[in-house]
């Protein structure tokens, strides 16, 4: 009986506070539901009334009838909801005021305790034209006590009703408690506690319950399980019994199981470097040829479909190489380095592989730098790369249009180390909640139909993932959904050399300086491209105002003052270009500032525009901090204060390959497969390398003792005698007498074999550093620049430069002070004599170009006038005569204006002029005149090539285009197609290369479809 009363009073205890909890907010729910309608009912008809009496007031408004106006406010008064009533005229002069009436703002609102309710309606007067003229505004109120009044009797009914419910519930509930409920379970309960005092080997007694309900379910359930629980403790007490030997046998075979998966391991890994080198060793040979034939300048359909072909290589190497980077990360061997570089240099490799992706793509790729990052740190540049390119190439692979996103923010800092998070957002796709979970596991990709559409192996994510925690960080997905984009984070340390805090605080003091007071405006309808300049722009002192198109620019430029304008060029409606040739021309803008043009697309086209727009300066998004306030400072003409060439190790091994002299180098090459031989030697002779080759190890070592090399490449599998035995071979010469140069020689793995153990064996055996196949040409010649010694030349004294270095020329032509010598000749491709006739040429075909521009200005014919004077620039520029190239452009912004070019301009462009011409005259006449080849007629696929290489060479190397032109015109001598010929020499002769290349284009459209007589069969003949 005790036990069924407390059990009873415990639930009763429990839910009586719920209870009363429910009933009072159900209670208090229907007050405030009925006193809410009550409020809506006398809203509705505040507002009903007011429309009612609105027309006969705004009359008597109209004719100022104050005392019949007095009278209607009294009528209205009478309905008992208007508690006051205030009219006003249109100037907020009160006319009438009557009844109880607000005496602040603050006591009228839509609440339900707002002291009071207001309608408001304004008063209109209609004139005799049917013009709808507002004269004042009528105000009625209703004040709380007409609420109350009208709901008070009703909330007393509603109380007493859930008074007398939920005190007969509660009876009802109580009574179900106690009498059908607890009985019983004290009853169980009892039954229950009475198993615990059988003996273990004793069956406990069924419990008794008479009704079949869930309760009767769960006893069932203990009766059974208690007949189990009886056998089963039987069977563990004879299991006890032989559970030392059942122990001892599963040791056994679990240390069995962990030896085959040992060996499993160490044959997966063997497989991998075995498979590693048999599919390097044909893809080096297939991307070595690729290069070559690349090399070799092919026509453009060929180069097509070896680019597409080296497309392909370098796609089926991306997935050999991951397959192998997880490979190291389960086996635990992934090492990451601890190297100083510089993260503008990984931005800008980055920017240039994301960045023509993405401009393929038509989206726009942004980077977000935080400027307290240090210029300098120090860890693993290659990894940390290879994590952003796998990001970013994944954002610009599933967006189809807007942006990606690449931020880096700096979370931690102190002298010696620094965290950062890097965020990668793009307006994609998206992905759906039930993947992410599983988005950095091994093969999994967040769509089944994903590889399909989009290629890929998923092990990308996955790898990432392991190398941020090798770097110290995590990665996460911060935020993402289907068809809104995804946010991918993750945070790596890294260390701060000595001086790199020294360096960015130099910086800032240099910079701020210079350009403190400077007012910027950021011009581009890209919000986030146009928030990160403003940030950099502000971080280096200057005042900055930002628009989104080109009339607002316009717009804020004709009132305030500016120094520098940043300008999107790609802007809807207003393109960057036009507007600045707007502001340029507008007189109201003084002074005109300097502007430099920004965008994601760096074309030709666009730079030639900007030019013609009279633009001061040029940069690529994404823009980083250093090139922005390079160029900031050079546009401005305030210095530079930036070296490029100190951006740390990296950049300036790329430098030495760029500028190194190979010139006398000798290099043993060794090499079994026979492609990659040639592909090896054909590169190294290209950089003036003499080579010499072997086919195995003991070949090599034969040839080292015969002759001195620079270096010695040595592939490391290969027959008769392999890489490792032969450089320990050629390492061991060195203890006999004389044979000192046998353990200086610099010998270099380049080898298919690309894990780290690999690598460890080339060092092991005697190597100086490893290079993995497929070769990529600039990695090879930085590791010769590494390690090949110096050169008495470049000890002694400077570098002989190479043949084609653009700063080399015959002094005459370098000492002309009217043309940049050495431009005009990398444009004609280094060829002194071919620039000579160029500028023979221009000196025959327009002496008199400015008298003929001076005649198209006379006549006010402008639109002629433009178009003179902007082929005359291009020639200008194509030879290198800069001072008169912008002196034109000048003139030619003011005729695309229709403005007269001053006197002063005009005049500044003649003495360039004649300059020139001077220049061009006192050039001795020593040019050796193209010998005509012989009369071979070409066949329609030779006609062809000709003349594709023709429109290659007009667009980047003149200097090839006069040998071509004499062999096109001895190949159809006597053919129909001669005088197309002339025709097509006569305009390349004038400079007119946009002609010359139309014409060229139209030609050989006309021979693809056979309409030019003579040219469908195997010759182009009469």
């Given amino acids: ?203 406990a007694e069924k419990i008794q319950y008479p009704y079949r309900d869930e309760l009767g379910d769960l006893i069932d359930t203990f009766n059974e399980n208690q007949e189990q629980l009886f056998f089963y403790l039987h069977q563990i007490a004879d299991l006890n019994r032989n559970l030392e030997g059942t122990v001892a046998t599963r040791t056994r075979e679990l240390q069995d199981a962990k030896e085959l998966a040992v060996a499993a391991s160490r044959a997966k890994s063997q497989f991998l470097a075995n498979m590693s080198h048999e599919i390097r060793t044909p893809m080096n040979a297939v991307l070595g040829m690729l290069y070559l034939a690349l090399k070799a300048q092919p026509s453009a359909t060929v180069k097509n479909h070896l680019v597409k072909a080296q497309d392909a290589a370098r796609s089926l190497l991306g997935i050999i190489n991951s397959i192998l980077d997880f490979s190291k990360i389960e086996s635990g061997r992934m090492e990451i380095e601890s190297v100083e570089f510089g993260l503008d240099t990984i931005t800008e490799q980055l920017a240039d592989v994301i960045g023509y992706q993405a401009e393929q793509k038509g989206i726009e790729f942004l980077i977000r730098h935080d400027i307290s990052i240090p210029r300098v740190l120090i860890g693993d540049p290659a990894r940390l790369s290879q994590v952003l390119l796998n990001l970013c190439g994944n954002a610009v692979k599933f967006t189809e249009q807007g942006e990606i996103e690449l931020a880096f923010r700096a979370i931690t800092m102190t002298a010696s180390e620094f965290t950062m998070q890097v965020s990668v957002r ?34 990308g994510l996955a790898i990432s993932e392991n190398l941020v925690a090798l770097m110290g960080g995590r990665i996460w997905i911060e935020s993402s959904a289907p068809g809104n984009g995804t946010t991918i984070c993750f945070t790596a340390t890294f260390k ?12 800032a003091k240099q910079a701020g300086p210079l350009l403190r007071g400077v007012r910027a405006l950021v011009v581009d309808d890209n919000a986030v491209s146009r928030e990160i300049l403003a940030e950099m722009l502000r971080f280096f002192q200057m005042d900055v105002v930002v628009a989104a198109n080109g009339p607002a620019a316009l717009a804020c430029l004709t009132t305030a003052t500016v120094d520098l304008v940043l300008m999107d060029w790609r802007m809807p409606g207003m393109n960057g270009d036009e507007t600045a040739r707007r502001i340029t021309g507008t007189a109201a803008i003084t002074p005109k500032p300097k502007i430099v043009l920004v965008t994601a697309y760096g074309r030709e086209e666009v730079i030639r525009q900007a030019e013609q727009a009279g633009i001061n300066g040029f940069l690529v998004k994404p823009v980083s901090p250093s090139t922005l306030l390079d160029t900031t400072l050079s546009v401005l003409g305030r210095g530079r204060l930036l070296d490029k060439g100190g951006e740390g190790p990296a950049q300036s091994a790329v430098v030495a390959v760029g500028t190194g002299d190979f010139t006398g180098r000798t290099v043993l090459l060794v090499e079994d497969h026979d492609i990659n031989r040639e592909f090896a030697t054909e590169l190294l002779r290209s950089v003036g390398i003499t080579v010499d080759a072997a086919e195995n190890g003991v070949e090599a070592v034969a040839k080292v003792q015969r002759r001195n090399y620079d270096a010695v490449l040595m592939d490391i599998q290969m027959p008769i005698m392999d890489g490792l035995e032969a450089t320990q071979r050629i390492r061991a010469l060195a203890s006999a007498s004389g044979g ?87 444009r004609i491709g280094g060829n002194p004599e071919a620039y000579r006739r160029q500028l023979c040429r221009f000196r025959e075909h327009f ?108 667009e980047s190397d003149l200097g090839a285009a006069e040998p071509m032109l004499a062999t096109l015109r001895a190949g159809v001598d006597g053919t129909v197609l001669e005088s197309e010929i002339t025709a097509l020499a006569a305009e390349i002769d004038v400079f007119a290369l946009d002609d010359a290349v139309a014409r060229l284009r139209t030609l050989q459209e006309h021979l693809g479809r056979d309409e030019i007589p003579g040219a469908s069969g195997d010759t182009v003949g009469p």
């Fill in 1 to 203: 009986m005790v036990v069924t009363q407390t059990l009873s009073r415990r639930l009763l205890y429990t839910i009586f506070p719920w209870y009363l909890l429910l009933a009072i907010t159900m209670t208090g729910v229907q007050l405030i539901a009925y006193f809410v309608n009550v409020n809506h009912d006398i809203d509705e008809d505040l507002a009903s009334l007011a429309q009612t009496v609105q027309p006969g007031i705004a009359s008597v408004v109209w004719d100022l009838n104050t005392r019949q106006l007095a009278a209607m406010a009294q009528g209205i008064r009478q309905n008992a909801i208007v508690t006051g009533i205030q009219i006003e005229t249109d100037l907020h002069q009160i006319l009438i005021r009557d009844g109880d009436i607000p005496a602040t703002p603050g006591e009228v609102g839509t609440g339900l305790l707002s002291h009071f309710k207001q309608t408001v309606l304004p008063l209109f007067h209609q004139s005799p034209l049917g013009e709808q003229i507002r004269i004042g505004q009528l105000k009625m109120y209703s004040s709380y006590d007409v609420a109350w009044d009208r709901s008070k009797y009703s909330f007393l009914i509603v109380l007493l009703d859930s008074i007398a419910i939920t005190t007969g519930l509660w009876i009802i509930f109580s009574w179900t408690i106690r009498y059908r409920l607890s009985n019983s379970v004290t009853t169980v309960a009892m039954t229950l506690a009475s198993w615990r005092l059988k003996s273990a080997d004793r069956q």
């Fill in 426 to 459: 793009d307006s994609g796709i998206g992905i759906a909640a039930d993947a992410q979970a599983h988005l950095f596991e091994k093969f999994t990709q967040a769509d089944p139909s994903t590889t399909r559409r989009f290629g890929g192996t998923g092990l």
């Fill in 496 to 507: 701060i050399p000595r001086q790199g805090e020294a360096q960015r605080n130099t910086l």
């Fill in 740 to 826: 000192e140069r046998f353990a200086t020689v610099p010998i270099i793995a380049m080898t298919a074999l690309a894990m780290v153990q690999d690598a460890e064996k080339s060092t092991t055996a005697g190597m100086n550093d490893h290079v993995t196949k497929p070769i990529e040409p600039d990695q090879l010649m930085a590791v010769l620049v590494k390690w090949f010694a110096p050169a008495p030349a470049q000890m002694d004294g400077p570098v002989t430069p190479r043949p084609g270095d653009s700063a080399i020329g015959p002094p005459d032509l370098l000492a002309l002070a009217s043309i940049d010598a050495a431009a005009g000749l990398r």
């Fill in 847 to 954: 002496a008199g170009a400015l008298g003929e521009l001076e005649r198209h200005i006379a006549e006010a014919d402008f639109a002629d006038a433009a178009a003179y004077c902007h082929a005359l620039r291009g020639v200008t520029g194509n030879i290198g005569a800069v001072a008169l190239h912008d002196a034109l452009a000048t003139i030619e912004a003011g005729l695309k204006q229709q403005v007269v070019p001053a006197d002063t301009v005009f005049a500044d462009a003649r003495n360039h002029f004649d300059a020139l011409i001077r220049d061009i005259d006192s050039l001795s006449d020593n040019t050796t005149p193209v010998q005509p080849p012989a009369s071979v007629l070409l066949d329609k696929a030779a006609l062809h090539e000709q003349l594709e290489r023709l429109a290659q060479a007009l």
